[in-house]
């Protein structure tokens, strides 16, 4: 891809990141919930290098204590899965991704171009390690089996024939011309002697009857070491470049990444028990080994490991963001904080500190719903119980009486008076899975869920069935009482069908309402007796405005789909709706949800929950645990000024450019002056000029701005404000 045509590509991504970091501050996790999939040094530079299973790359120049993040390298969506990083020098890396992708840097990690891809139509497909020789001739290896190869240092990739179908793991360069492959096939390794071209399958008898090569690395040009998880735990050597291998660690730990400081200093992460990692670690050459316990909850924290220095100081990294810091494998310190450990789907505030939070937790094997309670406005969270289940739903009246519905061979509902502190288990009698529970006073109370409807009138003590015969797979997601009489039960069914249910009898009866074909109606949402929204699956919000009786569809401008999960308006005219999105997930009205635009979360991950507490002020909540807040309203000052871009009263020429810019405005008769204002990638304003009704251009110098993005801003007195992007090239 030529420069010209990268720098108008880096143009549609580089909003994103921009506002992103700005408008948004992360509460947990920290520094992300994405699953790092491999992390790694950028050579002549202190710089680490991480990537991750949702679309997200972190860079860290302190050693792992605080990261910068990008998102969506090469215009990738949010859903795009990066598997391993390789860097060549401090400027120009590789990462590869799903779909069968190669996609190169050549500024040190900060923007990226897709150089290869397989067309695969799968997320999991994808080239998994890297390895370049002393000539920059390169190998990837990946699923199925597959090898693509360069001989021009990344810049262009052709598959080649490896002889195998099983999944390839890792890869690395020795002596000579010589790169030798491992993978799922515990005895094959795959080596190849004329730089890549042809490979040829070598038995190594591991005796492992099951397992997996997870990685092999050299560390001169002839020794070099091969991790086998399996049936037996092994790590394996060899010193005539793979020609022979040795057993020299056979154990308990199960041997994962490898990587090391020099040809004495080697350190392998581990699996070592049940939800919890381990290290090997060798100061002789691998002679012998030294098995250190991460302890506690580190599950899954094993996938990649990097040594920073001679001190053999450390970190590891794997599932859902987790990295360990140590120095020397004896004590290991968190580098990621997290509160919640799975999706979080269900959020209800009682004011604007007391709120509580549900999260499917799960990891490691685990099926636990998690339910936290903060009191200082979703700042921290602590403990206020759970259940052993995947699926359930809760609703808080008030501090004190809440109620958690979840099924385990039947429905169950869980009653607290105190706030969480104990729960009484109540048996419903029903047996179907919960999606949603309200209740209206203390007394009246509705669960729905797939297929069926109950109701209490005792405070969830007892519970009866609502007298309704559903259409096929039907399925309920929210509940809303506009009164005791008077209920909305939103839902979804024929996969395809946006559902409600209208009672105006307490839910003694109901009556069916097929609104339209938006998919399953996740949330609905009263402003006033009058006004109310309903959030869909298939990129709709729907309004009504006569008190939902019927409804008519919103604008919304967002370029790709968006399945909406959650609604919330702090006043009649503001309104924000989240959701899951390949890109997009957030989407803010300022004209009492008529039309909606875009504002940028900063995470990848899709969100769930959105509540407010007042305009500006707001959180939203979402997988993996993400939760996000914002005090500007979620956007950062240039979003709102790009709703208004089409009035085209701003142009720059040529753009891309190199010497020298023209901007070009037109001001209106009523308008007699303004400025122009120049701003940097971090919007900070580095340039002004006043301009006035008898201007019509002014030229910028290329020697006033250094290469890279900008922003051009015209504001005027009277409302004119508009912003644009210009990229200066070398």
């Not at 599950?299 to 990097?306: F, L």
């Not at 179907?432 to 003590?461: H, L, S």
């Amino acid at each position: 891809m030529k420069r010209q045509n990268l720098y108008l590509l880096l143009l549609m991504v580089f909003p994103v990141m921009l506002h992103s970091q700005s408008a948004w501050t992360r509460i947990t996790p920290t520094p992300q919930e994405n699953t790092i999939n491999c992390i790694t040094k950028i050579p002549e530079t202190n710089k680490l290098i991480a990537v991750t299973g949702g679309s997200m790359i972190l860079i860290s120049e302190d050693q792992g204590n605080s990261w910068i993040i990008k998102t969506n390298p090469a215009g990738k969506g949010n859903n795009y899965s990066i598997f391993t990083v390789k860097f060549l020098n401090s400027n120009i890396g590789y990462i590869s991704g799903s779909y069968e992708s190669v996609l190169k840097t050549t500024d040190g990690g900060l923007t990226y171009e897709e150089v290869y891809s397989g067309g695969s139509i799968y997320n999991w497909a994808g080239y998994y390690d890297f390895a370049f020789s002393e000539s920059n001739i390169g190998v990837a290896v990946g699923h199925s089996g597959k090898i693509l190869r360069t001989s021009n240092g990344g810049d262009s990739w052709v598959e080649v024939v490896s002889g195998v179908d099983f999944k390839l793991n890792a890869v690395d360069f020795c002596l000579s011309d010589r790169f030798i492959a491992v993978g799922s096939d515990q005895n094959i390794i795959l080596i190849s002697n004329d730089c890549g071209l042809t490979w040829e399958s070598q038995t190594i008898n591991t005796s492992v009857t099951y397992g997996s090569l997870t990685d092999i690395k050299f560390i001169t040009n002839t020794v070099g070491f091969i991790s086998v998880d399996g049936s037996e735990n092994k790590i394996l050597r060899t010193v005539d470049a793979g020609e022979n291998w040795s057993t020299l660690y056979s154990g308990a730990y199960s041997p994962k990444a490898i990587d090391f400081y020099d040809d004495m200093h080697i350190a392998i992460s581990c699996h070592r028990e049940i939800y919890e990692s381990g290290i090997l670690l060798s100061e002789n050459n691998g002679l012998s080994w030294e098995e250190y316990p991460l302890g506690g909850f580190s599950w899954g924290a094993n996938k990649s490991i990097v040594v920073l220095n001679e001190l053999m100081d450390l970190i590891m990294a794997g599932n859902l963001g987790m990295m360990f810091w140590s120095s020397g494998g004896f004590f290991w310190e968190n580098l990621h904080e997290r509160t919640f450990w799975g999706d979080i789907y269900q959020v209800r505030f009682l004011d604007e500190n007391t709120g509580f939070a549900l999260a499917k937790n799960n990891t490691g094997g685990m099926l636990y719903s998690d339910l936290k309670k903060t009191v200082d406005g979703g700042i921290s969270w602590n403990n206020s119980g759970g259940f052993w289940n995947d699926n359930g739903a809760f609703y808080f009246l008030n501090n004190y009486l809440g109620f958690m519905t979840f099924k385990d061979f039947e429905l169950y509902v869980y009653k607290t008076t105190d706030g969480g502190l104990t729960w009484t288990e109540i048996e419903t009698g029903f047996d179907f899975d919960p999606r949603t529970i309200k209740f209206y006073g203390t007394n009246n109370g509705i669960i729905a869920g797939e297929w069926q409807i109950i109701k209490t009138t005792d405070t969830g003590n007892t519970w009866e069935e609502i007298n309704y015969t559903p259409t096929f797979w039907t399925e309920f997601f929210d509940i809303e009482f506009i009164s005791e009489e008077e209920i909305f039960i939103v839902g979804g069914g024929d996969y395809t069908t946006t559902l409600m249910l209208k009672s105006n009898d307490s839910g003694n009866s109901c009556e069916e309402d097929s609104v339209g074909n938006y998919g399953a109606a996740y949330d609905i949402c009263f402003i006033n007796e009058n006004i109310a929204f309903l959030a869909c699956s298939f990129n709709m919000i729907l309004k009504s405005s006569d008190g939902g009786n019927s409804w008519f569809e919103t604008t919304t401008n967002n370029l790709n789909p968006i399945q909406f999960r959650s609604i919330h308006f702090p006043t009649q005219e503001i309104g924000y709706a989240v959701g899951d999105g390949s890109y997009e997930t957030i989407l803010k009205t300022t004209d009492g949800g008529e039309t909606w635009n875009v504002i940028n979360s900063g995470t990848t991950s899709g969100l769930n929950c959105v509540h407010f507490f007042d305009n500006n002020t707001g959180l939203v909540f979402g997988e993996n645990g993400v939760v996000l807040k914002t005090t500007t309203g979620g956007t950062t000052g240039f979003e709102e000024i790009n709703k208004i871009a089409e009035k085209n009263n701003l142009h720059a020429y040529p753009n891309p450019f190199t010497n020298k810019v023209t901007l070009e405005f037109n001001l209106p008769k009523n308008e007699k002056s303004g400025h122009v204002f120049i701003y940097d990638q971090t919007c900070k304003q580095i340039l002004s000029y006043p301009v006035n009704h008898t201007m019509k251009s002014i030229e910028i110098s290329g020697d006033k701005l250094k290469p890279g993005i900008y922003f051009y801003q015209l504001k005027t007195k009277n409302g004119i404000n508009e912003t644009k992007k210009m990229v200066k090239i070398e």
